[in-house]
T-cell receptor
Framework: AQSVAQPEDQVNVAEGNPLTVKCTYSVSGNPYLFWYVQYPNRGLQFLLKYITGDNLVKGSYGFEAEFNKSQTSFHLKKPSALVSDSALYFCAVRPPINNAGNMLTFGGGTRLMVKP | EAQVTQNPRYLITVTGKKLTVTCSQNMNHEYMSWYRQDPGLGLRQIYYSMNVEVTDKGDVPEGYKVSRKEKRNFPLILESPSPNQTSLYFC?????????????FGPGTRLLVL
């Protein structure tokens, strides 16, 4: 069974500094990886996904994520954080062959706090 | 506008009183799913549906029912709610069940069972 770990409950960064939100995964075969963001009182919004190809994936709002197969990681990054980036971030994984319909396994979430 | 809608957004109820949370999508998606979100546990899948009249259990189906009579609607039914079902619920949809497809989420329904 696949699993996702987000080792940090909260990440604090100062506005303008680079940010990283960590994610590691465990899945059989080559994974499909996703990042979602949840703003207060809102549903999850899709940020980006890795399916195949370039290990550096660019997504919405200036975010990017780097797929590292040897480290089984898919860390979310942004070169310069904004206060408005403060939200809850979820990493998710899906196996490449999905017969059961269980589409996504989520990590526990990381709260990003960007301070002015 | 392409979207997934849920109603109600907030609900307070008492143990044992049947309730239904509706979910509707306007994107002609085949796949729909319900999740619950609890602190530190991320999102866990309750039920999913690969198409009309096709539903199956996810990771935490106990205490829940679903139906998929039409493609656009996927209601979540709690026949006899209990306090451990207090949670934030999300409906999601996707074009198909293929792994590479992105899921789109509704705004969430916050449920409190007293």
């Amino acid at each position: 069974a696949q699993s996702v770990a987000q080792p940090e409950d909260q990440v604090n960064v100062a506005e303008g500094n680079p940010l990283t939100v960590k994610c590691t995964y465990s899945v059989s075969g080559n994974p499909y990886l996703f990042w979602y963001v949840q703003y207060p009182n809102r549903g999850l919004q899709f940020l980006l996904k890795y399916i195949t190809g370039d290990n550096l994936v660019k997504g919405s709002y200036g975010f990017e994520a780097e797929f590292n197969k040897s480290q089984t990681s898919f860390h979310l990054k942004k070169p310069s954080a904004l206060v408005s980036d403060s939200a809850l971030y979820f990493c998710a994984v899906r196996p490449p062959i999905n017969n059961a319909g269980n589409m996504l396994t989520f990590g526990g979430g990381t709260r990003l706090m960007v301070k002015p | 506008e392409a979207q997934v809608t849920q109603n109600p957004r907030y609900l307070i109820t008492v143990t044992g009183k049947k309730l239904t949370v509706t979910c509707s999508q306007n994107m002609n998606h085949e796949y729909m799913s319900w999740y619950r979100q609890d602190p530190g546990l991320g999102l866990r899948q309750i039920y999913y549906s690969m198409n009309v009249e096709v539903t199956d259990k996810g990771d935490v189906p106990e205490g829940y029912k679903v139906s998929r009579k039409e493609k656009r609607n996927f209601p979540l039914i709690l026949e006899s709610p209990s306090p451990n079902q207090t949670s934030l619920y999300f409906c999601a949809s996707s074009l198909s069940v293929r792994s590479r497809e992105t899921q789109y989420f509704g705004p969430g329904t916050r449920l409190l069972v007293l």
